[in-house]
């Protein structure tokens, strides 16, 4: 359906206009504005999903939802792999991701990739706070358009 | 679980709240960084402007428009086919003046808007769907079409409807037809 696409363009073109290189310093959590903005959105959806996925038992369990429930609502598709250290660092892997596969899938592409997942990282940092939990979210390309996103849920 | 996950009501409406609630994301950003209403209209119709000139082709792909010979035709192009893809509403049009290049097109509804219960304090002048405004220009713009796109009344700021006015700046030659958004 054409909704899609006009989040892709918005999209698109918030990465052209906003996107500016952000100093990460240790234990900061200073955000880029395109994080900032997927933040909100993401804290957003994750109030309108289904009530009973609210009740949560374990950290894991809101991992599985977000690959899942919140990547199909937003992307429409399942998340292809999810992988844990037990300790509270998550790594997602997304083979396809919808917002890089416009882009080429040569390795001058690669370069701009981060910019295309700020918003993302934004998103699910935001979902998950909704959902109770802090945390710090990166994400990393090897080859276009797939991609991963390491999720470090923060102990208060 | 009884039905696929993506086809569950309450995703799809999820999708479609993603592109207003992003878009409501950046009008507040753009709010924080730019004190002026003036300037936040500009930065939308700008941003507006490079989506519409990429959009145009998504339209012109999607859709079997016919070769338009009119201004008005191509204004009702826009509002029943392009409106309703891209936002699920169908404008109704008006032409403004005798010489058929000013047209109008009026929202009853503004999905853009959907959250949005009033303007921000201290932004009476704040046009907050000006990204459509763009989106329109840029994209009659790439099939050679120049064209002022601005809000002629808004919901938002206490008027009754919302309007989108379209005018045209150059006489269409009536020979030369084209493909139109």
């Known amino acids: 359906m054409a909704d899609t696409v006009l989040f892709e363009f918005l999209h698109t073109e918030m990465v052209k206009e906003l996107w500016a290189p952000v ?79 416009p882009m080429g899938s040569g390795p001058q592409y690669l370069e701009e990739a981060p910019k295309f997942l700020a918003f993302t990282c934004g998103l699910l940092c935001g979902a998950l706070s909704t959902l109770g939990f802090q945390s710090q979210v990166t994400a990393s390309v090897a080859t276009l358009p797939a991609c991963k996103f390491q999720v470090v849920i923060q102990k208060s | 679980m009884s039905r696929p996950a993506h086809r569950r009501p309450e995703y799809h409406k999820i999708n479609k709240d993603l592109f207003v609630l992003t878009y409501g994301a950046l009008v507040a950003q753009l709010c924080k960084d730019y004190e002026k209403d003036e ?11 490079g989506i519409g000139t990429r959009l145009v082709e998504d339209f012109l792909a999607r859709s079997c428009v016919r070769r338009c010979h009119s201004y008005s035709e191509i204004v009702d192009i826009i509002a029943q086919v392009a409106f309703k893809m891209y936002l699920g509403i169908t404008p109704s049009v008006t032409c403004n003046n005798s010489s058929r290049n000013e047209f109008s097109l009026i929202l009853d509804k503004n999905p853009l808007a959907e959250f949005v219960e009033a303007l921000p304090a201290g932004r009476s002048s704040l046009c907050y769907c000006n990204l459509v405004c763009g989106i329109i220009r840029g994209a009659l713009e790439m099939v050679n079409l120049a064209a002022d796109v601005t809000f002629l009344q808004d919901r938002l700021k206490g008027d009754s409807v919302t309007e989108i006015g379209i005018t045209f700046l150059k006489k269409l030659d009536e020979k030369k037809c084209r493909r139109k958004k």
């Open chain 2, 39 to 49: 300037d936040v209209n500009k930065y939308l119709d700008k941003m507006g402007y």
């Open chain 1, 23 to 101: 100093a990460r310093r240790g234990g900061g959590m200073s955000l880029s504005v395109l994080e900032g903005l997927g933040f909100r959105v993401g804290q957003a959806l994750a109030e309108r999903l289904p009530q009973e996925t609210l009740a949560f038992r374990e950290e894991l369990d809101v991992l599985k939802f977000l690959c899942r429930d919140l990547w199909v609502a937003v992307f429409r598709k399942q998340m292809d792999g999810l992988r844990t250290n037990h300790q509270g660092t998550y790594v997602l892997q997304d083979h396809s991701f919808p917002l890089l596969v």
